[in-house]
């Protein structure tokens, strides 16, 4: 080949990268089913990967070229449609979707165009390392111990734990760029994968190595679903484990290899390294006791939670379905609250997000009231609040052109809003109605039945007998930003009994409306009343008390608001004298 022809080879190739950059549909096809044979070498930090890999095209056009995309430090080797090898560009892609900052993605051509809704099957193999790296993080100022706090991902020899989508992207997948620099780019990104993978499969088969005079096997485990363990297929050189992954949506996938210990309790399995067998024991101890509090509001158990030791007690837990990545400490508070999370996920689960991270979320909470009483429970819900306050005011300054719907609980991908706003809003339905009617649709709740939003709020309206319409409106199927509540005025009036009856007036300036407590204060104690207020509306209530008021408080701090510098009221003497 003259040097005419290698040059214009070059820039054919260089001009289809480009025009492919520029316009291709990162997200028109849906990754429907994975089926791939992973083997894991810790020594080398390597991980080799083969299977198929079924893709849908989504779009409303049909498509001759797919991306595919995986971690930066993983390399493409063969992609194949049947048994033809398919002609790819592999470039490097700049995306925060990884933990190393960058993609290796594979732009593929297709044999045929892929109709809309139709499907292609490929064959594809691919193969790197996988080390710890904090590159996304530190490159936005994170410094480097909050980075490794955040991205622990990595294959080694003495210990290995990897998660998928958003963290390592050890597994093909197609997105847009996200760039954590640019607000909620990361998140929204992430939650429009997870929204078009929410009903596909993945089945993946791991092996590792026996190490060479090592006698203790490898445990290998993986979330959400599996079959964790070690067991021996074939050669017994290379132990290997079948996992599943399903759905995707939710949760991701993960999976952990390392040489644990294991204390097995009739509700929980507790993974440890070996220099925290006592901890270990500990956290599975905090886990049955907690357990009955789990049990009395979402009933029994329905799969066996499990926990894994992370080690290193600066690295920020994760979980993947029941499976839970945690350090253990001896910390028995603190154990308490992880595990009434964790046994939360495994009494309740459910497709919808702010169903099954609200009702853990609340889980904890309902913990902490147990322990500790109500105000504990509410300080701690309160650390929760500030973050999707802010996620709010982002929402409320948006041009009113977005539709407040597809910001709504049921519909968001925001972990602000679907973990911490919906932990108050199921602390807001008991507090309005009762545990006994709330406790009851728990109890009638079917994760497989639950096909439609209105589904789960069906269910708690038919054990009461109030309209509860208008919250879930606000609350739920829509995203009406929060309430503000403020007392308008203060009438108090002597009776002849000796009492004092104070007629409230309180405004809510927020467009969401809730049912607040309202607390009269007085010389030796104080009387609490709740009152609804719908948004952008007035509620008056009459308050009995024995003596003469002194202060008013809307909101003990069960309602998120977006401003509580006005909950409070003072009355002077002169207003009491009357």
């Known amino acids: 080949m003259n040097s005419w022809s290698r040059r214009g080879c070059f820039l054919c190739v260089l001009c289809a990268s480009v025009v492919n950059a520029l316009s291709l549909d990162r997200e028109a ?18 991980l080799g990967a083969r299977g ?42 700049t995306s925060d979707i990884d933990h190393t900052g960058a993609l290796s993605e594979a732009i593929v051509t297709l044999p045929d165009p892929v109709a809309p809704k139709s499907t292609i099957e490929l ?32 294959i080694s020899a003495k210990f290995t734990a990897v998660r998928g989508a958003g963290y390592v992207a050890w597994y093909p997948m197609a997105t847009e760029v996200a760039n954590l620099s640019e607000g909620d780019s990361l998140f929204e990104v992430l939650g429009r994968w997870k929204a078009r993978e929410a009903a596909s499969r993945m089945e993946v088969s791991f092996t590792t190595p026996t190490v060479p005079g090592d006698v203790t096997p490898a445990v290998k485990l993986c979330g959400p679903n599996g079959v964790h363990g070690v067991t021996r297929e074939g050669s017994p050189k290379f132990p290997s484990s079948q996992c599943s992954y399903q759905p995707l949506g939710l949760s991701v996938p ?17 993974y440890h390294l070996p220099e925290h067998a006592v901890a270990a024991e500990a956290y599975a101890d905090a886990a049955e006791k907690t357990s009955a509090v ?33 350090p253990l400490t001896p910390d028995s508070k603190l154990a308490g609250l992880i595990a009434a999370h964790q046994m939360a996920h495994a009494s309740l689960s459910s497709p919808r997000p702010w ?29 929760h609040r500030s ?31 679907y973990r911490s706003k919906a932990m108050y809003v199921w602390w807001m339905l008991r507090d309005m109605l009762g545990e006994s009617a709330l406790k009851k649709a728990f109890a009638s709740y079917h994760p497989e039945q639950d096909k439609e939003p209105s589904y789960m709020p069906r269910l708690i309206a038919a054990q009461t007998q109030r309209d509860l319409q208008w919250f879930f409106d606000d609350w739920v199927y829509r995203d009406r930003g929060l309430p503000d509540f403020k007392v308008e005025s203060a009438f108090p009036r002597k009776t002849m009994t000796d009492t004092y009856m104070v007629t409230l007036t309180v405004d809510n300036l927020g467009a969401a409306g809730a049912e607040v407590p309202v607390t009269v204060k007085f010389a030796g104690g104080e009387l609490t009343k709740r009152l609804e207020v719908r948004g952008k509306n007035k509620g008056v209530i009459r308050v009995e008390v024995p003596s003469a008021p002194q202060e008013i408080v809307v909101n003990d701090g069960s309602v998120p608001e977006s401003d509580t510098t006005n909950n409070t009221f003072k009355l002077e003497a002169a207003d009491t004298s009357k």
């Open 355 to 383: 169903i099954d991270e609200g009702l853990a979320h609340i889980a904890q909470a309902l913990y902490l009231e147990h322990e500790k009483g109500r105000q504990a429970a509410l300080d701690y819900m309160g650390l």
């Open 29 to 46: 096809f849906t990754f429907t089913n994975y089926d791939l044979e992973i083997q894991i070498e810790p020594n080398q930090h390597r």
């Open 294 to 326: 789990v049990t009395e509001w979402f009933g029994a158990s329905r799969r066996k939670a499990e926990t894994a030791d992370l080690g290193d007690p600066s690295v920020a837990p994760f979980e993947s379905g029941s499976l839970l990545l945690t």
């Open 52 to 93: 198929t890999i079924t893709l849908r095209n989504d779009s409303s056009s049909p498509q001759k070229i797919a991306v595919l995309q995986i971690s930066s430090s993983l390399d493409w080797r063969s992609i194949k449609a049947g048994d033809k090898p398919l002609q790819f560009v592999a470039q490097p892609y």
């Open 123 to 154: 064959d594809i193999a691919y193969e790197g390392v996988i080390l710890l790296d904090v590159t996304r993080l530190t490159r936005i100022g994170a410094p480097e111990a909050q980075a490794t706090s955040s991205d622990w991902d990595q």
């Open 254 to 270: 993960a999976f952990v290899v390392a040489n644990y210990g294991v204390v097995d309790r009739p509700t929980i399995t507790v």
């Open 387 to 417: 973050a999707f306050t802010e996620v709010e005011k982002r929402n409320a300054s948006t041009p009113k052109s977005e539709d407040e719907v597809n910001r709504s609980l049921v519909s968001t991908t925001s972990e602000e809003l």
